[in-house]
């Protein structure tokens, strides 16, 4: 069987080996050598969601073998529907924010090897099943995003690459403790997150809950979840637009991804004691980012703010405990990747054009930039909800499940939608149809390559908007499954 897991997981790593024994002025070949290598990943994910077996509960396209045999880690891969899509959502966005890699003006050879051990660490984080395993791929990702963010960003970029590592590092000690702690409660010790789902459940009741939260932390952070979100907007607005791109749709899914395969499954007690908690926490993510971003005159930060708010949703769905919710906070997050992917894209590529975020600095732009006024105007509704696009359908969702469990929560969280219209109505008033900006003519429309990167995603909105069967047909049997080890 052909190992497309591994080649998944490592291609990026043989890119970056590529670029690395490449010389540094071959600076077109370097990228060329990232975009094929991304590409290529992208190609296997497709070829991965096209074998996917729905229906089926078990991991699938599994690779296992014996790694380090004295301790019983197994080099162990697979999916399911709980993953299947993160992979692709990973490998898409991997390949369009590689394509936009174009900004990079300076160190592109350690730019783009470091892109790809990010590739590398992100993909592997999806599809390990073995806890060492997946704390090796954990880890790998904070390296290269703390550099890619401290050497090509903004103004501020150590302060922000300094905070995001120190959050990020902190969690991964508290998960540490818990990996090990798990590995010992298990006779024969263990490493396999399958096998041990038997063991964690049968825990007493206190270390239940000490490991939920030690998880919890460590995912928590990466979602991120209010108060622990703090590091997010700095890394934002300070990392470089592709690196953007990536945080926003890939690296905020590792935390909620957390706890549908590690927080909920092994700690079943647990999660149902802190159900309301998460349902408590939803509500302020989704409030709290709503308001913050209504306020914000940063292009990127209010953006920013946006995915704390989104992500409240998907936390909400997390805490319903029941189907309707668990889909939905996994639709959420393929869409919320897919929406601000976009949206950061198109950030980007006005700043290249106007060296600045600033919002009140614009305006009138619907008239010297058409094109680019249509795909903010579209991407800008999908992130709202409108019916008909990719947005609505993954919130619809998270709220219904939550309702059956939290009405009053729910109720209130609505109020969030109403608040996100209005920061990205208000924002499209501004940027498009404000007063006229000074000489807006300067800004040129949008160029055929930059087309070509946001038209794949705005199809997927339209397509998973009108057709969410797309993505729920291969999460609704792994759902059924997890909704079996909580009750």
């Known amino acids: 069987m052909f190992p497309i897991l591994s080649w998944l997981v490592f291609l990026p790593l043989g890119g970056a080996l590529v670029v690395f024994l490449l010389p540094k002025k071959e600076v077109g070949l370097m990228r060329g050598v990232a975009l094929v290598s991304s590409l ?243 509500l302020l993510n989704v409030l709290y980012g709503a308001c913050v971003a209504m306020a914000q005159t940063d292009f990127k930060k209010m953006i920013a703010y946006s995915s704390v708010s989104h992500m409240g949703f998907v936390l909400l769905g997390l805490a319903a405990m029941n189907a309707t919710g668990f889909n939905g906070a996994l639709l959420e997050m393929f869409n919320h990747g897919i929406i601000t992917g976009a949206m950061f894209l198109l950030v980007g590529m006005l700043y290249d054009r106007a060296h600045t975020r600033d919002l009140n600095q614009f305006g009138g732009l619907s008239g010297p930039m058409p094109v680019y006024a249509f795909y903010l105007t579209f991407c800008s509704l999908a992130s709202l909800g409108l019916p008909g696009l990719n947005g609505f359908v993954g919130e619809f969702l998270s709220l219904a499940g939550s309702f059956a469990s939290y009405r009053i929560l729910t109720a209130i969280s609505a109020l969030g939608l109403i608040i996100t219209a209005g920061y990205f109505l208000y924002m499209l008033q501004r940027v498009l149809f404000g007063p006229i900006a000074t000489n807006p003519r300067q800004y040129s429309d949008l160029q055929a390559t930059e087309i070509l990167t946001l038209t794949p995603l705005t199809i997927i909105m339209i397509v998973v908007g009108f057709f969410p069967i797309v993505i729920l047909q291969f999460q609704e049997t792994a759902v059924q499954g997890l909704l079996k080890w909580l009750f």
Not at 77 to 95: I, K, Q, R
Not at 152 to 160: D, H, I, M, V
Not at 182 to 211: G, K
Request: proline residues 5%.
């Open 40 to 282: 290529a990943v992208l190609i296997l994910s497709l070829r991965l969601c096209l074998g996917f077996a729905q229906g089926k509960t078990e991991m699938q396209f599994v690779e296992v073998s014996p790694w380090i045999p004295q301790m019983n880690v197994m080099y162990f891969l697979g999916v399911d529907g709980l993953s299947v899509s993160l992979v692709f959502l990973t490998a898409l966005l991997g390949f369009l924010a590689c394509a936009a890699s174009g900004c990079i003006l300076h160190r592109q050879k350690e730019y783009f090897i470091l892109y790809q051990l990010l590739m590398t660490g992100m993909m592997g984080t999806f599809v390990a099943l073995d806890f060492f395993l997946f704390y090796i791929f954990w880890e790998l990702v904070l390296i290269p995003m703390y550099f890619l963010i401290g050497i090509w960003g903004g103004p501020r970029r150590e302060y922000a690459a300094m905070k995001f590592f120190l959050y990020t590092l902190a969690g991964s000690v508290l998960m540490l403790v818990a990996i090990i702690t798990v590995y010992f409660s298990a006779t024969p010790h263990s490493f396999n997150m399958l096998e041990l789902r038997n063991v964690t459940s049968t825990l007493d009741f206190p270390l239940q809950i000490f490991l939920f939260l030690a998880f919890f932390a460590a995912f928590a952070i990466k979602v991120p979840i209010f108060p622990f979100h703090t590091w997010l907007p700095d890394a934002h607005v300070e990392a470089p637009t592709p690196i953007s791109v990536i945080l926003a749709g890939v690296l905020l899914k590792l935390g909620a991804y957390g706890f549908f395969r590690i927080g909920f499954p092994l700690f079943p007690a647990a999660a149902h004691y802190f159900s309301f908690a998460l349902a408590i926490l939803g």
